[in-house]
Each structure stands twice: as structure tokens, then as C-alpha cells.
């Protein structure tokens, strides 16, 4: 039993390798009437594109985006939308050299182990090039919640040691979009951009920290006792490449503290229940409570390094991985829409499924 | 659509709210032929049970299990297993004063809000009496693993700002059944312990974290790419009541590693392949690469205090609720069975999906 | 991968052995809202139940319903409603002399090749004891269905030769429960009487016919492309103990027309769309048409038979099957309860499915 | 909660309108190891084929299918399969006189109350041009199944009144791809094509009925107690376009037969148990029992004549629908090849699943 569906309602399959024909999806569940533009989604794809900045992989590939089914004159139909991107940079001779061997914290062991037959160009189905088929089908998740009045926005909040401080002055999500690295702080981007450019120079790789913020989400999205509304969102996260580590509200400084602070005091304000504080990311017995929704995503310095590896083989011999070919130093800019696609699509599932809660709802 | 069941293969549903009549769950996929002990299974509640020490909510719950399907002369038959715990002390009267408030940082608010018609009585469904069904499943689980050859372990690593070292000479996994707050290393134990003692008397609560360690995995576990090992045993953990963050190998920490130093290098040991570090934590590309799997799990202060809060009601008005009731100052203690539960449930689900990856498995 | 959940929305898992201690079902994804009652339930148990009347089996068995959660003040809270029927009339010596052999016609020999390990007593998990738990969750569908305006009924329609003529003046649907065959013609239901009790004095079985009828469904229930309203009515009803056909609308009859005679053309009635003639018996392209929904199921004679039969044993060896114990010289009469609740559990299925086709439903 | 994913283990997700860019499918779910052939695929499409005969459409559609993912060097790789068909004879022109306007029983009507907003070029989703994807799924099913033993056959048995007779010494599986007609007898298959040829010259339409027989499953395939074998084969009918019926073994004729005569007695042949006759069909208690599976589909009349014929449009006017376009007079000539695809999908999910019906399979 394959894993390559995410969702309940608003349900996503995906496909592709790095270097086969293609990479795409299909959604299944999309209501009719979302809006659904070819801009939005390529926009989206292009805010993932490798070659964007100097600071990412140089690779080239535009990623153009072709909608094959499930839209009607400019909104979807109710039936499946199928979107696909056609792999153009094929360079399959640049990964000969690492065709039976086993690339370190990479998934060239675990797939040859599991399948037998691996398709070893580029990673294969292990490549982030997957993620494409996530960004793309989350550009129509983010048009229904557009029409719903929901909105996520995510951004680099950490390089290496470098984080940001949300209480600065500096600190502005309109700014996410004006700098390489996706840094609301325009000061601390900056250093985060000469820390990758210096991490680049030594043909190493750094980690880094996502953030994220869900605004206007109704109360009653998640549903206990499994599918909760943060444990949907914190699988669709570690199901990222490189991901690994979730947490929301407080997350693990909640270790530390006592109940009397962690506490969110309810009261009313403009005759809506809000809460004071927000220790509970938003999300409480899994369920949405109309405060934003936040958490973090750890992501870990990119496995391939422009520098010899000591490995072995899929013969059981020593193998010698060499640095080569053209990869992103640091992941965290390039994975913000990914974070926003991933975010869209749980939320938008959790709106769909959220409708059959009450017999009021629809009767 | 609701939520209440977990897992595609090895799959549970579960019922039942903290003062209804009872709670249970049913097993759907578990294979004919795993050992089931009555037994087996009490032991995991028994862990699980309030009243078990001092640290622990002095409610009295004996929570006896018994098997209503599935089980045929001490072995599965194949057919779905029920398991179901008979709800004994349901003193109503103990949640009349909070039927129309709304706790602070509990989900009295989201649930009324979500469902319109609340089962008020002691948290309802949201109550985390609701893991006396994970915790049976689970035992029934590890059975299947034991024979298996893999095993599923965890313990309280923190309690406020106490951590453990598992560099420590103290460190003894064994240790864990030996002390009441189920921590390997015994000096700290009794620091941990005091600690609970000094918050409880406070009439506050304290947060804390769980670690895990699943041994004996056998390489091939994980379904790419959305249902990787590890995002599933993230959602898993993310589900159980009052847990806010969840980290596997390097966790939260690869942020500020580079890659050269995170990187685990691939050797031959015994004639397998093993790595020299394990950052991956036993999984790489969403797969079990035959190394241990390891992770965190942050659980929040519990927001039930022994003290008064203010708060607002179902009506819109300011509303005290008062300080009453048996409740753990700290949830960690009597959590780890819960943890090794849901690990468990998720590697059996995982062990029986991967049946099916290659051709040659079974034919 | 087992199969004992049915539904996506309004989802059903059962459990529970002819023989073992209980039969029942856990329903997740029933609205709050909806009225429950334990008499309902308890009334289409009662019409499933053995020893109703002189031409069923004789067994004793009360089938007295429990209702363990998601329940309170009367309607559903939104939370999994699980129910239970306790065994009493475990009389499991009555199969022990078929315990290695394999009875002619029934799932001993496939239940014992798939699983091994299998309990023997009485059919156990292939016994249509299982039913119990279907008729149970299914009166709750009814209830929902009730409140949105949609009603179900099933009746007998066919015993061996015997078929009732819908265009007889005697056909009348208030006339199902006036008589013990459950057939809507009360003339008719005398001579098929007599023909079930001429068959069980033979020592014989016989086969029959359920007809059902479902009104006030709306238009727009059912899912393209595969799980068309009518394909999920079909595996509803194919799934219960001796079902080998079925076929809605103009059915198998359809095969020797022309479309010319076969197409329901529309006309607008009373301001609505309404075809003249139904042979697509309420649903197009899988769709209901807000026509009335028909179709018939055909039940095989029961196979256990009042005279012995040669068969073989696991070992490999003739054996005699004697006819004994107490049984249904022929199922239909008590399988229109169960006809009913299968039809009902579809359709509450699909009716929370379609609340999320358009955004402009709940937007 | 939309309906186009079919299959648990083996699992396919389909899109595409009839007039939109593409049609195709991804499978995930595909073990590692399947041999996959373009060729094979393309035999089928090409069986499915309009323009194949003098007897079908005479619409030209090549339908080359190409692979987008999950194949390398000619085997499936366990990642997704990706299957793909261009649209190429998209003339949108022909449907412009039926945009408003609701054909009789086609799916227009039911898509537009449904959806609001349709596709109305040529069907759209509802078209029958959505099965090209099931049958090149179902190609690499029937890969896959062959590597297994087991064999999947499909004919036509019945053309308006026309009926084969199994035992009529002119019936001969290897005649199937002998006429175009695709009937076992070729005699009879004279009849039926001159028969078919007389009804389009009427511009009408006329119903069929196809048989299937699949040979060499294993015992022990179905899963109880929902997803037996003949529910999920009759949900898999039930959904093709134009069925109105599915029946297995002995079927409809069941309903009058005894069950001294009904019941299959067990014996054992060639130290194997065997039964002396086969109305279980080869499945008993939803399992199946190694005897041959058989099972017949019912067709009703293509909905699409030449005739004018009165109908409504959306505005609720009398609409006169005229009868245009190049349409089949009779389905089932071309749906052989999809009734072959979706039981071989069926077989091909269910051998997966019971993988883990049994630990002794994988430990």
C-alpha cells in the first residue's frame, strides 16, 4: 500500500521522478466553483524554482505548468484537475557516477533496499522535484481559501544560528517576498544570505527554520480524535524533504513551563470569544479556535555536499561520492511555498470536511 | 468526516467519551496469528491508569479490558478485534459547575462551537481517557512486533527544565518500569519526582517530554512520499492529547548543523550496511534504513489547574472556573504507555503496507 | 488490508463471531444532530431477529442493543457512536461436529485456506449474525435520512417461483409488515407462506427476491466516476450473506431493449425536472435524478440444509455434513431489515459526500 | 468527497473530460517488479478503440497512451504510474447545439444540478471516453496478474435478444478477437453484427450483456466482511458507463432454485478441494475458493440515438434534442476490453491485500 495521496476531502496523488517525462497531480475533491488561474499557479511554481536566486541550486528548469482537466472557463468543475510539468533539464549523465552508489543521508539505500529496481537518475522519486506537484495543487487550495477568507503566509525564520526576532522592529511578512532568502527581517535576511554565500563557498550545506501563520481560519476545522487539526498539519510537514521537526503554539518551550502560564484565558472582544494569549497555536483538542494558527519546521542541511564522501555501494564495496552538480546550499528559501502548499491543502481539507460536522450545516 | 480512525493497514477506530458508558476500539487488519494475552494488554492499562503513585491523579479507574472479537484460542483469527473498557467512576457531579463554561486551554469551546450538542461531562470525547483505546490497540500491536523482532521503547526525558543525559553512567533503559515518573536514570528520577510534588502543591501543573527508540526495524518500512515513517509517527504523536511538538533524529537541532557534520556515512558492519552517526534517526527518504528510530515528543503543562481562572461562557459572560477535581500535575508519567502505543501502531501498519512494495515478496 | 469498514463520510466498522461474546459497530462521521433512539434501533433489530415468526429459524436470540457513546439528550454529539449485541444463545456444541468439515456452500473452507486459524463455531465471523451490527448502524442512517425527507423500504418481491406483480391491485407497500414474509401483495404473501413451509419440511431451502425503493432523494447524491450512487448501492447490497445479483432501474431487462424504448425523457412537472418513464431507475451517470431509486437484489437458498450431504474435511477426507441445528428454510423475509439498512447507510453516505461538490453550498 | 480513486492496495485515480486536453490515470500502489509494456497498453486502448469496426463510432481517436512515471527499464518501479492520452478530436462544435439543453438519459442534467457549472463538450467527465484511463490501468493490472497465473476473459454473450449458449458446441474463448462483435460464437456473433447493423439504420440503440470468467486465483482472495470479492467486482461493473445489472455464479437464476440443488458439494481432485459444480461462482463468504469466477454485466441501450427526441434545457423550456454526431448503436463490443480492465483492477487489488491476511505469509 503506496503513500502518494495526502487528504481525506480535498485530496491530492502525485507523480513523477526527477528525471522521468514528467512530474504532476491530481486533485480529487476540489469543489466546483474555485476560481483556478494558470498565473496563480505558475506563480507559485516559480517561487519554487531552482535558478531563481544566487543563492539556490543553478539548475535550469522553468517548470511551466499545464492544467489537463477539471477546469471550465476559469473555475473547476467538480471532476478531477490534473496539472502536470514536463521535465525539460534531463542531464541523466550527471548522476552515472552515483548509479550503484549509496549517497550519505540521502534515499539511494533505502529505495534500492525496499524496491530493488531504483530509478537512481537524480534521486528519482526521492528528489524534491516531487514537490512541485504539491506546490502546483496547492495554488488551487490557496484560491478556495482566498474564497474563503483564509490565508497562509510562511518565511525563513532561521539560517544556521541566525534567528529572527518577531518582537524587532524590523520584522514585516510583507517583506517575505522582496529578499532571496524569504526573510521577513530585511536586516537579518541580508546576514542570512552571506552565511549561505560563505556555507556555498566551503561546499557545505546549512540548515535551517520555517514559520508559519493561518489567519482567518473559522472555529471547528480538525477533527478529534486522530485527524487533528495540527497533527494533519504536522504530518504534512514531515512529509517534506529534509524536514525534521514540527511544533505549534508553544511547541517545545511548553516543556519548560507551568499551566498557570501556558493557560489561554478566554474573553470576549468585539462579541467573539478570543483568547489572551495564544500558547495554543490557534488550535485546541486538535479543533481550530479562530486565534492564528502557527508553528515551526526544522529542515536539515542538504545531504549533498560539494565534497568528497566516503560511502559504499550497492555491491557492499567503499565508494567515494564526489561533490558535483549544481545544488542548493540551504533548502529554507526554496521551501517556503512548499510550506505554504502543504499548509493550504490541510486546511483546505479540513474546511471541506468540517461541513458534515452538524446536520444544521446543510439541512 | 470524522476522524477517529488511524492507520491503513493495521487500522483502529476508537470510541467513547470519559463519562459515558464506555470506551473502546476496534481493530481492522490485524493479521491471523498474533499471540493476543488479555494479560499483554492489561499491562499497558495498568501503566496507563490513574492512581498508580503519587504523581499521578488519584481518580480511581481500574480500566479492565476485555475482548468482545477476533481473538480465537489465544491467537488472532483475522477478523476485527474489539477490545472494551467499561467506564466505572463517572462521578457526573464533578463537571455540573463547568457544564456552560469553557475551560481555559481545554476544548470545551472548539468542540461546542464545531458541534453545537456537548457531552460536557469531564471533557467528553476530548478527554484523554479516549487513549485507553490507543493503549489496548497498542498492546496488541507490539505483540505482532515482538514477533516481529522489533521493539518499541520510551521515557520520560524532561520535566520542566530537567532533562536527562543518555550520555549519563545513570542512563539505564531498564530503569524505566523502576521509578514512578518512568525515567531511565534514577538520580534524576527523584529530582523529577520532587519537582511534580513541589508543582502539585503549587496547584499547578508543569510540562515535559517523552523520548522513544524503536529497535529492530527492518529496512523498508515508510511509504514515500507523503506517508513517510516518520511523518506518520509524527501525526501519531501530534494526536495524543496535550502534545505541541515532535522531533526525530537530529530534530530541531539540524537547524543550525551543516551538512558536512549531519551528514550519517554509510559503512559495512557484520555485512550490512550501517551509518557511523545516526542524524537520520533510523529513517532517510521517509524509510527505515535498518538503524534505531528515534524522537521526541513535547507534552504541555495540563491546563486543568487547582486554582481559580477566569474565563467566559456559552452565553458570552464572564465566567470563573474554580479548581476542583483529581488531575495530574504532570502528564508525562502516564503517558509513555500511550507513546509506545501509538509507535507501535504506526510500525505495524507500516510492517503490513510493506508487503506489497516488490513483486518478489510474494510471489 | 481487511474489509469491515464501509463508507466514507457516514462510515461503519463492525465486529463480532456468531459465537463469541458480541456483534457490533462503531459509526464515525454521523452529524450531531441526529435524533437517536434506542427503540429505532431496537425495532429494526427486532425485524431482523431469529424466532420472529413460524417460517425463520426458531433460534433464540433477543439482540438487545446498547448504545456506548456519542449519544446524549437523545441525538448525536458528532462523536463515533458505537453499538453492541451481547450473544446470549451460544449453544457452541451444536458445531462441534462440524468442526474440521467443511460445510457445502459456505466460508468454512475459504475462511480456513485465507486465515488458518479460524473459529469454527457456528459460522463465526461469516455467520449473517454479523448483519446485527449493519441493521443497528443503519437505523441511525434512517433517522438522518428521516430528517432530510428521504424514506427506504424493501420488501420481498420474489420467493422460488412465486413473484408479486407491482401493477396487481393487491400490491400495496403499508402491507410489508401485516404479514410474516414481508411481501407488499398480502394474497401473494400467503402462497409464498406456504412455499417456505413446504421447502422446510423437505428438509430444503429456497431463494428469493428483495425489492427496494428509495424517495425524496435530491438530485445530486453520488460521486463520478466509481463511486456512482448505483455501484455503491450495488456493493452494499452484494456484501450481505447470499446476495449473487444485482441490478436497478430497468436492470438486466434493459439488455433486450432499444433505446428508443429504454430512454426517460424529461418533461418539467410541477416546476421541476421529471422524466416520463424511470428505466434509469432515479440515477444518471451515477447521479440521482431526484426520481424514485429501484433495484432488486437476489438471495441464493440458504445452504444449510435439514438432510446430509457429502463433503470433505480439512484433512482431506470424505466427510458427511448432517443436517441439524435450527435455520432459515429461506432469508428474505428476514433480510428486508437488513436490505433496508445497507440501502440506508449508502445514501447517508452520499448525502454528507455531496454537501462539499460546490463551494456555493457552504460559502 | 469526490468518488474518482478506485482500489485500496492496488489503487487508481483517473481524470480527464472528453473534450479537454487529456484523459489518464495514476496508479500508485504498483509493486516493484511488474513488467510494463506500452505495447500492451496500447493493445488494449486499441480494443477499446472508436473507429474499430464498422459496428462502433466511426469518431477517429487514436488514444496513444504514454507513461509519465513508475516504469524503468521496462518494470514498474513502486512509484506512482503515470498514464496519459491526448485528446486529439476534440470537435467542441459538435456539442454546441446541446450546451443548454439536458439529453435524455445522459448524465447533463444530473452534472449540472450537481456541479452548477459543467462541461457540456461531448459529456465532459461523464463521457465514456473517461474509461480509456481504466483500461490502461487495467492493462499493467492484467501484467501483473499474469506474472500471478491468473487470467481474466471477457465476451459478449447477449445482443438485444440475441443470446450465446455456453454449451453450444460453437463457443470457443479463442474466438473473442476473432469478430467484431467480440462473441465466443461465431456464428451467433454473425447474427448479433447484422442485428447491430439493422438497429443503427434505424437510428436506434439496443442493449448487451457481457460474461466474464477469471481463472488461476489463489483460495483465500476477498475480504470480509464489505470488500468481498463479488461486491468490489460488482461496484467495479457498476461503475462502467451504461450498467444496470452484475450478477455472479448462478446469479438472478438462484431465486427460484432449492439448496439441495444450489449448494456445491466439495471434493477433493488431484489432492486439491475442488466443487463438483460452481454456482459459488469461486467465491464463497466473499473469498474466493479456486474454482473459476464468473460473472455476467448488464448493458442497457446507448442513451444517444439518431432520432430527434423532446426533452428540457436548464432554463426549463421544451428543448428538442436532434440526434447528431457519430455514436455506437451497441456498447458492449468496445466495453469488452473495460469489463477486462476492471476485474483485472479488482483481482490485482485483492491479491495485495491478502498479503497480510496471515502472519505466517511475511514472517
Request: charged share 25%; proline share 4%; with cysteine.
Amino acid at each position: 500500500m503506496a503513500g502518494n495521496t495526502f487528504g481525506q476531502a480535498f485530496k491530492i496523488t502525485t507523480f513523477g521522478e526527477s528525471h522521468g517525462p514528467a512530474v504532476g497531480v491530481i486533485i480529487d475533491g476540489c469543489p466546483a466553483g474555485v476560481e483556478v488561474s494558470l498565473e496563480a499557479i505558475q506563480h507559485e511554481l516559480t517561487r519554487r524554482r531552482p535558478g531563481q536566486s544566487k543563492i539556490v541550486t543553478q539548475r535550469k528548469e522553468e517548470d511551466q505548468v499545464a492544467i489537463q482537466s477539471g477546469v471550465f472557463d476559469g473555475f473547476s468543475t467538480g471532476t478531477p484537475i490534473s496539472l502536470v510539468v514536463y521535465n525539460k533539464d534531463q542531464k541523466s549523465r550527471d548522476y552515472d557516477h552515483i548509479k550503484d552508489k549509496f549517497r550519505p543521508s540521502h534515499a539511494d539505500y533505502t529505495y534500492s533496499e525496499k524496491y530493488g529496481n531504483r530509478d537512481y537518475r537524480g534521486g528519482g522519486r526521492s528528489s524534491a522535484r516531487e514537490t512541485i506537484a504539491r506546490v502546483a495543487a496547492g495554488a488551487i487550495a490557496q484560491s478556495m481559501l482566498r474564497q474563503a477568507g483564509i490565508s497562509v503566509t510562511s518565511w525563513v525564520s532561521q539560517v544556521g544560528p541566525l534567528k529572527i526576532d518577531e518582537s524587532s522592529p524590523n520584522f514585516d511578512l510583507d517583506e517575505i517576498e522582496n529578499n532571496i532568502v524569504r526573510c521577513p527581517d530585511a536586516v537579518m535576511a541580508e546576514e542570512m544570505i552571506d552565511l549561505i554565500k560563505s556555507v556555498r563557498k566551503d561546499g557545505d550545506t546549512i540548515g535551517g527554520k520555517i514559520s508559519a501563520l493561518i489567519t482567518g481560519v473559522p472555529v471547528g476545522l480538525g477533527q478529534p480524535v486522530f485527524d487533528k487539526l495540527h497533527a494533519d498539519l504536522g504530518k504534512a510537514m514531515l512529509s517534506i524533504n529534509a524536514v525534521k521537526g514540527f511544533e505549534y503554539g508553544s511547541g517545545f518551550d511548553c516543556v519548560e513551563m507551568r499551566g498557570s502560564e501556558h493557560n489561554d484565558l478566554f474573553v470576549i472582544k468585539d462579541d467573539q470569544v478570543k483568547t489572551t494569549s495564544n500558547y495554543s497555536g490557534g488550535v485546541q483538542g486538535g479543533i481550530s479556535n479562530g486565534m492564528p494558527i502557527n508553528f515551526n519546521v526544522a529542515f536539515k542541511p542538504v545531504a549533498t555536499l560539494m565534497k568528497d564522501q566516503e560511502s559504499v555501494d550497492k555491491f557492499g564495496e567503499l565508494a567515494l561520492v564526489s561533490g558535483k552538480g549544481r545544488h542548493d546550499p540551504c533548502v529554507v528559501p526554496r521551501a517556503v511555498p512548499i510550506v505554504d502548499a502543504m499548509a493550504a491543502l490541510v486546511v483546505a481539507d479540513h474546511l471541506l470536511r468540517s461541513q458534515t460536522d452538524r446536520m444544521d450545516l446543510f439541512l
